[in-house]
């Protein structure tokens, strides 16, 4: 579920990236943005970077981008496309292992005790 090795660094290439855009959304906000806004910016940032509800952090974060894009100059829509594209697929794929969601959620080791058959009686 949580893949690890090559593409889980792929994964964690793709959620710094994420929180990268959104860390520099945070410089495009305009000069009357509340600070609640910034603060929600940098929370969202460290969900990505940091893999802690990824879905759903990848969900907000599109919708984002997705208003930053329509008000943007046309410069710099393709950077934004791409910016979704990415994010998108960071929320289909998961996390990966190097990440909270899969300490969080990650399958677990059960041991389940072992019977002694020797003290069965006859």
Do not use: W
């Not at 759903?56 to 974060?61: K, L, M, R």
């Amino acid at each position: 579920m949580f893949p690890a090795g090559t593409a889980g660094i792929a994964l964690l290439i793709m959620r710094v990236a994420s929180g990268a855009m959104m860390l520099q959304h945070i410089c495009r906000l305009p000069p009357l943005a509340t600070p609640v806004s910034a603060l929600i910016l940098i929370l969202l940032a460290g969900a990505l970077f940091f893999g802690f509800l990824t879905p759903y952090a990848s969900a907000v974060s599109c919708v984002i981008e997705l208003t930053s894009m329509v008000r943007s100059e046309a410069q710099l829509e393709l950077f934004i496309a791409i910016s979704i594209a990415n994010t998108v697929a960071l929320g289909i794929l998961g996390p990966g292992a190097y990440s909270f969601d899969s300490h969080i959620f990650g399958r677990r080791v059960i041991n389940f005790p072992i019977r002694n058959k020797s003290k069965t009686p006859r």
